[in-house]
């Protein structure tokens, strides 16, 4: 009853303007300033590699600005969760580092480097080919947009999920600077700076920094140690040069380091050890029931963390070749280091604890030439061209997995491997408007992947089993090719309200399976590339007092080779290219002015996701190892409905200054966290609250904001580690419990 009081309430808000806007057309403009007070600010989107009015782009995106990403209370991209329509966002499982993405039910169900993403990251246009090191910190950012559905002919890395795109602060637009302190429970202490300024009339520069820390919300009873922490420092420093009015270029350098303890979750299952005399099943450690306390033990000795460097270096540049032509080009070099302990079994015992080191470095260079006649025809052309290496080393220790008379017996398997992938891709997108208020828009791109895997594993048993040490190699190398094509029909129905339907077609490349232990898996460790087609119709409008923005959204998509790794025996996880998918849903957006100080936003989403079929060997009675706990009813990461609604009111003090009161309420429907639904990592329905108070001084100089997050407290599980086969290892992951925070910033 909740959930449809809710949804409903929220679908009402988005869905009434609508209608008023279908019959009305556009007030006369006002005269400059005049509605400064009673007017939502312009929003523009780079969703087509250029600048446009989020009105006008056939394409379901959301945008947020650094203020409204404050009030989202985001201080990482984790914090979108419930802000964008069918997204669901989450700190990687077991890691300090990474980040889980899904949209619309498309995304990377496991974190192995051996996996694409399913939902492209960028940064300043720039392509992050790994989930780790994704889990961006907000320090610069000027706007964050996240695109629903397959992303191809525009961007340099073709995705089937979405994309996400931050872009950093300009030197020239954004003179000045900023400098903010926060201080929270659980220890929270953090400071972030930002300088920009010019540094003559053609060249501009700007720096900025954060270092982020805390003590953990998890903590081991026994020994009062710390876990899911943060320690991290960040800077980028930017050089923008504009000699003449046709030509700019930005040099950016980045870097990121953090050094975190263990990211500990919380085993749902009963762990298990297999006694081989006498012969039998130990339960070593309970499944744990109820709200979580957010204590947790582990085998790791205190040291053993996760640690992370991310340096990377961009040159973008535009050249205006005349009037209708300019050409763009973007060169990035990025190295990401990690070395992770991860406790995946959550527990004292040794069963499934891991060490993942890493050490990929990414070239990649796009070019793209630009047409726009200046009426009704617009034209992308691109090439891109990536080189990553990712090198690993990993050990696993299961000391406590096999018993002989109560006695463990050693385990240690260690994984040395070094996936090559060059990526080439050309690609075309024109816009046409045909006749007055109807356009039409079709692109299409090539994508050739090439990926080359060596990898040799090693297996180390103690006594009375060293005659089982083996060494299992392989070497294999693939290539894929695609051609994605994409098509819009946008019609204009007023100066304010445009509607739009689509059809988009989206890759994700095929590669190596990771975790081949054995000869046999060695002899079936490749798997296939996904492909989703997805179709849309739209509408998004605006009031023509410009007092409400919004869209509403319906899609099908139909997804193929979904890349499914799946737990088999003991050390065997095949990656099968299991399932066939119809996914659809219905998505609404907005946001209204109500009087002269009130802000009410909110969105909300239906998604149903559902395999038409799921090729699982596991699933046959006959199968020695045939678990009937396993099965395939529901997509992970695909809850049915979400929700969002927020409200602000901004009041005017005497002496000039403004205080804003805001919250929000944000409701997520049942979610399954693993790909073989077991019961213990499914998430019930939840719903989730915050709220803030923001002071700005008379000459918005001083800025001081309080916030909590998760106002109720509330216990949810936002990811899980399935590996049933080693030990029943079924661990769940669980988001912030309540925590508040004060901050100050100084603005000059």
């Not at 988005?14 to 400064?36: D, I």
Request: aromatic share 10%.
């Amino acid at each position: 009853m909740k959930r449809k009081m809710l949804c409903t309430a929220i679908g009402g808000v988005l869905l009434a303007p609508f209608m008023v806007m279908a019959q009305s057309e556009p007030a006369a403009a006002s005269a400059p300033g005049s509605q400064q007070a009673t007017t939502l600010d312009e929003l523009t989107v780079t969703a087509r590699r250029r600048t446009e009015s989020i009105m006008d782009v056939p394409v379901a995106v959301s945008a947020f600005g650094e203020e409204q990403l404050k009030d989202l209370q985001a201080n990482t991209v984790e914090g979108l969760q419930g802000a964008v329509p069918n997204m669901n966002i989450a700190q990687g499982r077991g890691s300090a580092n990474s980040v889980n993405v899904a949209i619309r039910g498309i995304g990377q169900p496991d974190a192995l480097q051996t996996f694409d993403p399913g939902v492209g990251m960028y940064v300043d246009d720039v392509y992050y080919s790994r989930v780790n090191g994704a889990l961006f910190s907000l320090f610069d950012i000027a706007q964050l947009e996240v695109l629903r559905g397959p992303q191809g002919t525009l961007y340099g890395k073709n995705s089937t999920g979405g994309a996400i795109k931050l872009t950093t602060k300009n030197p020239f637009e954004n003179e000045g600077g900023a400098v903010e302190i926060t201080a929270g429970d659980y220890g929270r202490l953090e400071g972030r700076f930002y300088v920009s300024g010019q540094l003559s009339d053609t060249v501009a520069a700007s720096i900025a920094g954060a270092k982020i820390t805390n003590d953990g919300y998890v903590r081991d009873p026994a020994s009062g140690r710390r876990f899911n922490d943060d320690d991290t420092t960040a800077v980028r420093a930017k050089l923008a040069f504009a000699p003449n009015d046709a030509f700019r270029a930005t040099l950016s350098f980045d870097h990121t380091k953090q050094d975190a303890a263990l990211t500990m979750g919380r085993p749902m299952a009963d762990l298990r050890a297999t006694s081989l005399a006498p012969a039998g099943v130990v339960v070593l450690n309970p499944a744990q029931t109820g709200d979580w306390d957010h204590t947790a033990q582990t085998s790791f000795a205190p040291g053993k963390g996760q640690e992370l460097k991310h340096t990377g270096a961009s040159l973008a540049m535009e050249l205006d070749l005349n009037e209708q032509w300019q050409l763009k080009s973007i060169t990035s070099v990025r190295n990401l280091d990690t070395e992770s302990y991860i406790d995946i079994d959550a527990s004292q015992y040794e069963l499934g604890d891991v060490l993942v080191a890493l050490d990929q470095s990414q070239n990649s260079q796009e070019f793209q030439l630009h047409y726009d006649n200046g009426s009704n025809v617009h034209a992308t052309f691109g090439a891109y061209y990536m080189k990553e290496k990712v090198p690993s080393y990993q050990e696993a220790y299961a000391d406590d997995l096999f018993q002989m008379f109560g006695a463990g017996i050693p385990f240690l398997r260690t994984i040395e491997d070094d996936l090559r992938t060059t990526s080439k891709a050309a690609f075309a997108h024109v816009n046409w408007e045909f006749i007055p208020t109807w356009t039409l828009a079709a692109g299409v791109r090539w994508t050739e992947d090439s990926k080359r895997y060596d990898r040799s594993t090693s297996t180390y048993w103690g006594a009375p089993f060293a005659a089982l040490n083996e060494t299992v190699g392989f070497a294999a190398q693939a290539d894929w090719t695609a051609t994605t094509p994409s098509i819009s029909l946008q019609k204009a129905f007023s100066n304010n309200l445009m509607g739009y339907i689509s059809a988009n077609r989206g890759f994700k490349s095929g590669g190596f399976n990771g975790r081949a232990n054995t000869v046999y898996d060695t002899q079936h460790a490749k798997f296939d590339p996904e492909y989703v087609w997805t179709y849309e119709l739209g509408i998004k409008g605006s009031s023509a007092d410009n007092r409400f923005r919004g869209g509403a959204t319906a899609f099908y998509s139909k997804y193929s080779d979904f890349q499914a790794r799946v737990s088999q025996d003991v050390g065997t996880f095949p990656v099968l290219n299991a399932a066939e998918m119809n996914i659809k849903g219905v998505e609404l957006e907005g946001t209204m002015l109500l009087g002269n100080a009130t802000t009410l936003s909110g969105q909300v989403s239906w998604l149903d996701a559902q395999y038409d079929s799921f090729e699982d060997f596991r699933l046959d009675p006959s199968y020695p190892g045939f678990d009937p706990n396993v099965n395939h009813d529901h997509v992970p990461f695909s809850p049915e409905i979400t929700a969002r609604l927020a409200l602000q009111h901004v009041f005017g003090l005497a002496n000039g200054s403004n205080l804003t009161i805001g919250g929000d309420v944000n409701y997520r429907d049942d979610t399954w966290l693993s790909v073989d639904n077991r019961d213990v990592l499914m998430q019930k329905a939840y719903t989730v609250a915050g709220a803030y108070g923001v002071w700005d001084s008379p000459q918005l100089v001083w800025q001081v904001r309080a916030g909590v997050r998760n106002i109720t407290d509330k216990s949810y599980m936002t990811e899980g580690q399935e590996f049933a086969s080693v030990g029943n290892i079924q661990t769940a992951y669980y988001g912030l419990p309540r925590n508040w925070y004060v901050s100050l910033r100084y603005n000059f």
